[in-house]
């Protein structure tokens, strides 16, 4: 069985060692356009900070591990066609330009996702750098040594660690965003409210509400950035507007989403059985809605690859769909969130309700305890919890782990009232704050 695969990031890797491990007897090619694989770039931002000293420990697997399973690795070759009726693609080796054809049995697409660049006045000008790879992170690193003035363009999780980072670093930051609002993707405005402050008292401009129109600059530099609202002085600016799917191999080929997203199944096959596809380049089942979303999370994608591999030959393994889970770390704030806002849930027209709660993360009568606020958002008819959101100082960011399987097995709020979970001083209370919630609720 000859198998290819196109990309080797984190659903590229989950699916070329499980494959790998699961059919020893299989001819596995990997097209890599890149001169690295497996790059953590939720890690860029610790790099940028300083957290991490070497970059290279961002780095899960290479070339040489690969090749111990048998993997033949094409590093710098990018795949420019795919005929997916014949079952043959051709490649391009970037670094003589020579190009040849291939075929395979089995195609599996991980070709993960691509920084949006806006299409405006002065979008080539140096100094505007995207932040995506190993390359990404390098270069910002560099930049950022000479630069006084920052600027962040999008507030979603990138934006804000790397605000953070840079103005850890003692740069002057200015965070710009359409909406009115940081992290509004994954939290409500009582959360983002607090978010905002913090970054204010730090000496953060936030150009929130506004949106950029063009960029200025001399001698071939951005100096300027310019919006509907007011203009930003700028040595050095780092856009980090969102991600579109690298899905052009494929237009034709396989059912699409509007916004070029991979549909896949639940054994991660497209509409060809033959052709799989795994990560950023995917639409993904979304649990709160029953709907296929586009949501590029590393963890979605080690998911998918891994599954991938494992339905290769037959399906096996279902995936169980994404309620979106992440977490973040601002300042001193764990925060976490799954599933819908209900400001989302609003918006997309579900009649939700919410409790909100304020308590300490255990009894007062502890030498210490900090506060912790949790929001759980569930539908008003059903009572099913559709999602919920966390902040506290302490690292209480795994009950959202827990709300997250709450939601994927459809479980309602009455339910989580009276949810097992144990009581221990150190940790937390005799009602669990997730408990807590659910009785509130009733």
């Known amino acids: ?37 497996s790059f953590l770039s939720c890690g860029i931002a610790l790099y940028v900070g300083g957290v991490v000293k070497d970059a290279q420990g961002l780095f899960y697997s290479s070339p040489d591990q690969l090749a111990e399973l048998g993997v033949k690795t094409k590093m710098r070759h990018e795949v420019v066609s795919v005929d997916t009726a014949s079952k043959t693609l051709r490649a391009r080796n970037l670094q003589t330009g020579e190009e040849f054809g291939d075929t395979f049995d089995k195609l599996i697409v991980t070709t993960g996702s691509w920084p949006i660049v806006p299409n405006m006045e002065g979008i080539d000008l140096g100094g505007i750098m995207l932040c995506k790879n190993y390359n990404h992170s390098n270069a910002i690193v560099e930049k950022a040594q000479d630069a006084r003035r920052i600027i962040v363009i999008g507030a979603g999780y990138i934006g804000i660690e790397l605000v953070e980072a840079f103005q850890t670093n003692g740069k002057e930051v200015t965070l710009i965003d359409t909406c009115d609002r940081v992290l509004a993707k994954y939290l409500d405005a009582e959360f983002t409210d607090r978010v905002e402050a913090t970054l204010a008292e730090r000496s953060i401009r936030l150009a929130l509400g506004e949106t950029v129109t063009k960029f200025e600059g001399t001698r071939g530099k ?72 586009y949501i590029p999370l590393a963890t979605n994608a080690v998911r998918m690859g891994t599954l991938a591999a494992h339905n290769l030959m037959r399906p096996v393994l279902r995936y169980m769909g994404t309620q979106g889970t992440s977490g ?18 609003i918006g997309i027209g ?86 807590t919630a659910g009785l509130q609720a009733i």
């Open 1 to 37: 069985m000859k198998v290819a695969v196109i990309g080797c990031t984190h659903a590229g890797t989950a699916a070329i060692v499980n494959t790998a491990k699961l059919y020893p007897e299989a001819e596995i090619t990997v097209y890599e356009r890149n001169d690295n694989i």
């Open 328 to 345: 973040i770390k601002i300042y001193e704030q764990n925060i976490a969130s799954t599933g819908l806002t209900e400001h989302a849930a």
């Open 222 to 293: 951005v100096t300027k950035v310019v919006t509907d609202k007011g203009e930003y002085a700028a040595d050095l600016v780092i856009l980090c507007i969102g991600f579109r799917p690298n899905t052009e191999l494929l237009r034709g080929q396989v059912e699409l989403l509007d916004n070029g997203a991979i549909v896949v199944d639940e054994y991660m096959r497209t509409s060809n059985p033959d052709v799989f596809a795994a990560g950023d380049n995917c639409a993904v089942m979304y649990n709160p809605t029953g709907n296929h979303m």
């Open 350 to 435: 579900m009649n939700v309700k919410s409790v909100t709660i304020m308590d300490h993360d255990r009894p007062e009568f502890m030498p210490t305890f900090e506060p912790v606020t949790l929001k759980v958002v569930f539908e008003e008819e059903t009572r099913r919890i559709v999602g919920a959101q966390l902040m506290s100082k302490a690292d209480l960011t795994q009950s959202v782990n827990t709300l997250s399987v709450c939601i994927q097995n459809r479980m309602t709020i009455d339910e989580l009232a009276f949810v097992d979970f144990f009581f221990q001083p150190h940790f937390n209370k005799p009602w669990n704050i997730l408990n």
